[in-house]
C-alpha cells in the first residue's frame, strides 16, 4: 500500500472511531485516548491527522453531509413525481442513519456543539425538504389549498423526532415506521389522481425507477 | 417563614437551578457546585436535600412529569371533541417547553442519562397521543382510513422534533409553528363535517369551553 493511501485510510478509521465515540458517549465525554486506541493507531498519529477533538468533530460532519448529500442525490435519478422523491429521500436518509454511525453521530453532533456558522445538517435537509416541495407545487402535484411551509415544519419536525428517538429504538428509524408516516402524509399532500402513483414504502434504488 | 417551608423553598430554588444547569451545560457537564451557588445556598445545604447529581436530575424530571401531566389535565376540561384536545394538548406542550426550564430540561434529560427503568417523558406523551386518537375513533370523528398508529408515529415524531430543534431556535415551538403542524394534519385526521369544528390555533384554557 502507497504511504498516501494508508495516511487516507488511518484518517477514515479515525474519523469512523470518533462518530462511535460521540454517538455512545457525547462530544464532551468521548477521549481522544479511546479513539486512537479504537482505531488502531497512536495518539501521535491522531494529532497528525487532526489537532483538536473539535477537528475531529468537524470532519465527522463533513463526512456526513456528504453521505446526506450522497443519498439525497442518488433518489434523484429516475424522471419521478417530487413527492416520490421526497418519501424516497426520507426513506434513504433513515436507513443511512440505521446504518451509517458517520451519519448519525453527525447528526448529533449539531445538538452538542456550540453552534458554529456553518449549516447544520438539519438545516441541510430542510432545504432538501423545501426545494422537493416547491417542485411538486411547480409539477402541479401538490394537493390544493396545502400550503407548503406547514408540510415543511410538519415533515421535517417529524423525520427530525425520528432521528433522536432512534437513537434510544432503532424502530422509529425502520422501514415500517417511515412507510407508516408517509401513509399518513401523502393523502393530505398529493392532488387528485396523483396518490395512486406514488408509494409510501418508496422506491427501492437500485436499478433505475420506471414513471 | 416556618422551617418546613423554608425547606420546600430551598428544595424548588435547588431543583430549577439544576434544571438550568442541566440545560444549558449538559448533565454530564453540570456542577454541583454551581447548582448551590446559583440556588443561594451552601453545598451543604443541597446535599442535605439530595444525594447527589442522579437524585436532582429524577427531581427535575418527576416535576416536569407532573407539569406535563397538569397541563394535559387542564385541556381535557370542557366537552369538546378528542382531536381538539390533542390540538390543544400540543399547543400546551410547546408553551410549557417556552416558558419552564424544569419541563425542557426533563425532556432533555430523558436522553442524557442512561435509560432507567422508569417510564420516560416521550412515553408519557405518546401515551396520551395514543389515547387522544383512540377517543376520537370512539367519538366517530376520525376520518374513515385513517391508521390511528401512522397517526401516533407521526404526531408524536413531529411534536419531539419540534422540541429538540427548538432548543436552539425557539420557533419551533412558538403557537405558529403549531398551528401550521394542525393545519397540515387535521384535514387528514377528522371525518367529513368535523373539520370546520377544529381550530388548529388551539382553545385558549383561560375560560372554560363551548362546545
Redesign the interface.
Known amino acids: 500500500m502507497r504511504k498516501q493511501e494508508r495516511a487516507a485510510r488511518t484518517r477514515q478509521g479515525l474519523i469512523r472511531a470518533a462518530a462511535q465515540a460521540f454517538a455512545q458517549r457525547?462530544y464532551?465525554?468521548a477521549r481522544l485516548t479511546d479513539i486512537s486506541a479504537s482505531a488502531g493507531v497512536s495518539p501521535g498519529a491522531l494529532h497528525f491527522h487532526f489537532e483538536n477533538k473539535a477537528a475531529l468533530a468537524a470532519a465527522v460532519e463533513a463526512e456526513a453531509s456528504a453521505a446526506l448529500r450522497g443519498v439525497v442525490r442518488d433518489v434523484y435519478h429516475g424522471r419521478q413525481l417530487a413527492l416520490q422523491t421526497l418519501t424516497d429521500a426520507t426513506h434513504a436518509l433513515a436507513e443511512l442513519l440505521r446504518e451509517d454511525v458517520v451519519a448519525r453521530s453527525g447528526f448529533q453532533l449539531g445538538?452538542?456543539r456550540a453552534?458554529g456558522t456553518e449549516l447544520s445538517l438539519?438545516q441541510e435537509w430542510q432545504g432538501c425538504v423545501q426545494h422537493l416541495l416547491a417542485l411538486a407545487a411547480s409539477e402541479g402535484t401538490l394537493a390544493e389549498g396545502?400550503?407548503q411551509?406547514?408540510?415543511v415544519?410538519?415533515i421535517?419536525?417529524?423525520?427530525?423526532?425520528?432521528e433522536?428517538?432512534g437513537?434510544?429504538n432503532p424502530e422509529?428509524l425502520s422501514r415500517q415506521?417511515i412507510t407508516?408516516?408517509w401513509?399518513?402524509?401523502q393523502?393530505?399532500l398529493a392532488a387528485p389522481g396523483v396518490l395512486g402513483r406514488l408509494d409510501p414504502e418508496g422506491r427501492q434504488q437500485t436499478e433505475p425507477s420506471v414513471c
Do not use: Y
Request: proline share 3%; glycine share 12%; net charge positive.
Open positions: 457525547g464532551v465525554q445538538c452538542q453552534l438539519r396545502v400550503a411551509q406547514d408540510m415544519t410538519t421535517v419536525g417529524a423525520t427530525i423526532g425520528f433522536v428517538l437513537r434510544d422509529w415506521t407508516g408516516f401513509r399518513a402524509m393523502p393530505r
